[in-house]
T-cell receptor, first 110, second 114 residues
């Protein structure tokens, strides 16, 4: 059962464009993490958000946690080919078990 | 500092054979997770351990799958007998149980069952 829906599933853009990907659930999360996965490797953590309405920035990446803690977004400004990869959100709960979303596969063309 | 180490990186086997995947977590991490990734189902949690004890194995698909963690530095995931539908990339990850801890993933084992 997928508890976290991500959209879009696939995104192909040109270098320099901006984009936003979304992570949604029908239930409240205690925390949310974003990961990026490159081919042949495991996912790598980008950020953790825990407070409703929280915004975090990591260079050209901006992460927002919804006020109701049911959704999150990742915005990339001036995308570069190095941003290519699979972006995954993951929800935490009372335990340290993480459930991952369906993923957004991003391709940035030079 | 060594990350999570998985072996083998690739495994090709015939249907019906036993497959054993191995994982060495990051030293000092006391939680270990096994995930399976496919195009159709994404990244699914199979089982996780805290302090070497299995906590939740509800994601293990069938009795053909079993996982052990005999000590803090080693875990195995075994499939016996293997079937073509088990073909996937299997990831091991570890984390500290303190607070909201990130998962540190290995590079996975790509399993192909023919």
């Amino acid at each position: 059962t997928q508890l976290l829906e991500q959209s879009p599933q696939f995104l192909s853009i040109q270098e320099g464009e901006n984009l936003t990907v979304y992570c949604n659930s029908s239930s409240v999360f205690s925390s949310l993490q974003w990961y990026r996965q490159e081919p042949g490797e495991g996912p790598v953590l980008l950020v953790t958000v825990v407070t409703g309405g929280e915004v975090k920035k990591l260079k050209r990446l901006t992460f927002q946690f919804g006020d109701a803690r049911k959704d999150s977004s990742l915005h990339i400004t001036a995308a570069q080919p190095g941003d290519t990869g699979l972006y995954l959100c993951a929800r935490g709960g009372a335990t340290n078990k993480l459930i991952f979303g369906t993923g957004t596969l991003l391709a940035v063309q030079p | 500092d060594a990350g999570v180490i998985q072996s083998p990186r690739h495994e090709v086997t015939e249907m019906g054979q036993e497959v054993t995947l191995r994982c060495k977590p990051i030293s000092g991490h006391n939680s270990l997770f096994w995930y399976r990734q496919t195009m159709m189902r994404g990244l699914e949690l199979l089982i996780y351990f805290n302090n070497n004890v299995p906590i939740d194995d509800s994601g293990m698909p069938e009795d053909r799958f079993s996982a052990k963690m005999p000590n803090a530095s080693f875990s195995t995931l075994k499939i016996q007998p293997s079937e073509p539908r088990d073909s996937a990339v299997y990831f091991c990850a570890s984390s500290s149980t303190s607070g909201v801890s990130p998962l540190h993933f290995g590079n996975g084992t790509r399993l192909t069952v023919t």
